[in-house]
């Protein structure tokens, strides 16, 4: 189960959630937690979707469709934060991976200031793993992170916060050939490397990776095994993107079985 916002050009949000989940052979369910206009070329309106429903989604789907993996994205504000990890604990939900979207490709605001405490205070300790970029790294530690040593740091501190594991992405740090990610998990570091895509085919990355992390989860893997695959499979779509829109255009979730 996805519990993301909608983009309504299809890159993102659940949209590229249920993709993610369908082109890795799991099937999908999603909880709206906020409708977005948006394009490759950015976001021009938000309406958020009032709690109760959020939450009304979530045990429907519970009641007759319970997920082996939940993967949380867009949350938009502090209730909505709160009401969702209410549901995850209430439902004893397992496998939940956290992305704690904060910021679109374009640079537009997904998460409201105040929302970052309910995040750390109320999200992050029921999660399986945490997957931010260096950026929302920064935020979750509240300082810099420029050196390896910095990300394996900004990774035990996320755990510190209660998750059980944490993925510092490294697709921002500039410089470097390859996009290496650091995963913690509570006892030792795992790394990941791949080589750096010349594209601007990136937006929806993150969701795409911490919603393959949560299908492999759904399907048994270990998570370091699962986090291996996720970003196996987020090169290849990388690698088979092709031109579409104006900005960031999306990865192609389903190179696997079009041919382009």
């Not at 959020?54 to 007759?64: E, G, N």
């Not at 390896?148 to 470097?176: M, Y």
Request: charged fraction near 15%.
């Amino acid at each position: 189960m996805t519990i993301a916002g909608s983009d309504s050009g299809g890159g993102a949000g659940i949209q590229a959630d249920l993709k993610t989940f369908a082109a890795l052979g799991v099937y999908g369910t999603s909880a709206i937690t906020a409708l977005t206009a948006q394009n490759t070329v950015g976001v021009s309106a938000i309406l958020e979707v009032d709690p109760q429903m959020v939450a009304a989604q979530i045990d429907a789907i519970v009641s007759d469709i319970r997920p082996d993996a939940v993967k949380t994205g867009m949350l938009a504000s502090a209730p909505i934060i709160q009401v969702v990890a209410a549901k995850i604990r209430e439902h004893s939900l397992a496998n939940v991976v956290v992305d704690p979207v904060m910021v679109a490709k374009s640079g537009d605001r997904l998460l409201q200031e105040a929302a970052v405490e309910a995040l750390r205070h109320d999200l992050l300790p029921l999660a399986a793993v945490v997957t931010p970029n260096l950026p929302e790294a920064e935020v979750l530690v509240g300082k810099a992170i420029e050196s390896d040593e910095d990300v394996r740091e900004a990774a035990q501190a996320i755990v510190g916060l209660g998750a059980r594991a944490a993925v510092v992405k490294g697709g921002h740090r500039a410089g470097q050939e390859h996009a290496i990610d650091v995963l913690y998990d509570g006892a030792r570091f795992h790394v990941f490397s791949a080589p750096r895509i010349d594209t601007t085919n990136t937006h929806g990355t993150g969701c795409t990776f911490a919603s393959a992390i949560a299908a492999f989860l759904a399907c048994g893997n270990p998570l370091p095994e699962a986090v291996g695959l996720a970003k196996a499979y987020l090169t290849e779509a990388l690698q088979h993107a092709y031109p579409l829109g104006a900005g960031h255009g999306p990865v192609h979730h389903f190179y696997r079985f079009w041919q382009t």
